[in-house]
Structures are given as C-alpha cells and as structure tokens.
C-alpha cells in the first residue's frame, strides 16, 4: 500500500503528511480517518500503522503537528527522552505545538481528508501527545467528525466524568501493566499482545461508528 507525500495549507504554513489510500473500497461512502502522532514524529512505525487502518477500508492521513519547526528528524523513539540535545529539544516542540494550534490546524486536515475521497464519516485516533488532540479536534469539528478514540490519555477519571456529564456514548478501558507507549511498535515499551489488543478495540469502535 502506497504512502502519497501531500503538502496542506494551514493557517500557519505548510504541513506534510502522508496519505494511506484503501486497498479496496466499500460501495457506499468511503470513511477517513486522522491519525494524531506522538511526540517523535511520522516515521515508519506510524506509517505501518496508518497503513494497517487503511487496509481495512479507510483513508487515513498522518499530519506532521510540528511542521512549524521545518525538517527536524524524526526524533528516535528509543533514545529522544533520554538523551541531550533531544530531550530539551522535543519537550520544547510539544510545548510550544498547542492544542489550539491544532485544533486548527484539524480543520485543514479535515479538508485534505476529503479531498483525498474519504466521502463518509471521519474519525481520529491519537497517541500519547497525539491522544488528547484527537479528542480536541472532535469537540471542535462535532459535525464533521464522528467518532475519536485516545490511547495514554492523562487524567482519564476526569475524562470520563466530563463526558458523562455531555452524555458522549464512550467507553474508557485501563490496559494494565501496560507502560506509556506501549501500542507503537517502535516504542522501547511496545507490548505486542497489548497493542494488539488495542488493534482490536480500535477497528471494531471504527466499524461501529464509521461504516
């Protein structure tokens, strides 16, 4: 499955992302779906990832949330937050990369997505960093987007009673033993059985509210 390099515009510049097309294409309309990164950037592991979504009948886009910093890696998921001069550097990019910066920058995402064909419901998914963004992004575009899920969420008490109390049909589940960054494969934590787990859980909640 091919990977198609796409430039969009934003409101502050120019983000790549990689495009994931469908190997096969239902009849009816085709759902999309945004796949937030974490904090090391588009990268191999996260390409595997948009292209096993993609192999399951969506188009899916991988955005660069830090495309404000021009070429800067990507950063190595093993080491970046245990070395110098990454450590500082990457703390630096992801505070400095908003949430209000994008949630903006989604609405641009949005757009791409569906110009890229994806004609039925949107979704997002995010990891770590990437994680609350995919929930932000679906608060802020309710009518575009219909479902988002979030793995590593901080603070997922309060989560649950904010969305109860919007009365959001969610389901919110602790993968025991199971440490941060665990479902990305190029993660010194990745746990094949847990992320495969989470493989499970994510297509069939995609499949439930997408198609």
């Known amino acids: 499955m091919a990977k198609q390099e796409i430039a969009i515009k934003t409101q502050d510049g120019t983000a790549r992302a990689g495009l994931f097309q469908p190997s096969h294409r239902p009849a009816s309309e085709v759902p999309g779906v945004i796949l937030y990164m974490d904090a090391f950037g588009p990268r191999p592991a ?92 679906a608060a802020a575009y309710p009518d575009r987007i219909a479902a988002a899920a979030s793995f590593q969420p901080e603070q997922s008490a309060v989560l649950a009673q904010a969305l109860r109390r919007a009365e959001i049909d969610h389901v919110i589940e602790n993968y025991v033993g199971m440490a941060h960054g665990w479902a990305v494969p190029d993660s010194r934590v990745y746990d094949a059985r847990g992320a495969e787990r989470h493989w499970k859980r994510l297509l069939t909640f995609f499949d439930e509210t997408l198609r």
């Open 46 to 137: 996260l390409d595997a990832m948009a292209e096993r979504l993609a192999s399951e009948g969506y188009v899916v886009l991988l955005p660069d949330l830090f495309y404000r910093y021009g070429d800067y890696g990507p950063f190595d998921a093993q080491t970046a937050f245990s070395e110098e001069p990454s450590r500082t550097a990457l703390r630096g990019m992801i505070g400095d990369t908003t949430q209000d910066m994008t949630r903006r920058d989604s609405a641009a995402f949005l757009d791409a997505l569906t110009q890229a064909g994806a004609t039925g419901r949107i979704g997002t998914v995010g990891y770590c960093m990437g994680g609350s963004r995919a929930i932000n992004a």
